[in-house]
């Protein structure tokens, strides 16, 4: 137990927190956010690549907010791979993220995924994690929207 004036306190691993305690944690963090910045109106941007039988082949998911575009992931189906169809995702959700009137957007990527098609559609480093996963790297980067 922790004691301090006026509330006694104990620490609880808890693996197995619920959703409701999850939550707790998230609108505790958001409620002290909320002193400093305005709260974000986040808003998903979804750009999809589907085959000529409709099957999904690719895509990008990511979300506005803050005026920044944060690509969550960006795939597309080794078959359809060196067609531009990664530009071509990237360039919709960036045109879709400047029309919401953002001025930067950031991803991540792992050494063995994307980093040269990121860095060669303009995207900057400004963040690197070594060994993670284990043998790799992780890079974050940024790219300023005009």
Not at 100 to 105: F, I
Not at 132 to 137: A, E, L, Q, S, V
Request: a negative charge; glycine letters at 10%; one cysteine or more.
């Amino acid at each position: 137990m922790l004691t301090g004036s006026p509330h006694d306190y104990t620490l609880e691993y808890a693996p197995d927190a619920t959703v409701e305690e999850r939550t707790a944690v998230l609108d505790g963090l958001r409620a002290f956010n909320l002193r400093f910045v305005p709260e974000p109106q986040f808003a998903p941007i979804v750009v999809l690549l589907r085959d000529s039988s409709g099957t999904i082949a690719g895509g990008l998911v990511g979300e506005t907010g803050w005026q920044w575009l944060h690509i969550y992931w960006l795939w597309v189906e080794d078959t359809a791979r060196g067609r531009g169809f990664g530009r071509q995702l990237l360039a919709m959700a960036e045109g879709e993220a400047i029309r919401r009137r953002c001025v930067a957007s950031w991803l991540d990527t792992f050494e063995f995924q994307a980093r040269g098609f990121y860095e060669r559609s303009g995207y900057k480093l400004f963040g690197t994690l070594e060994n993670y996963p284990p043998g790799y790297g992780r890079y974050f980067l940024e790219k300023r929207l005009a």
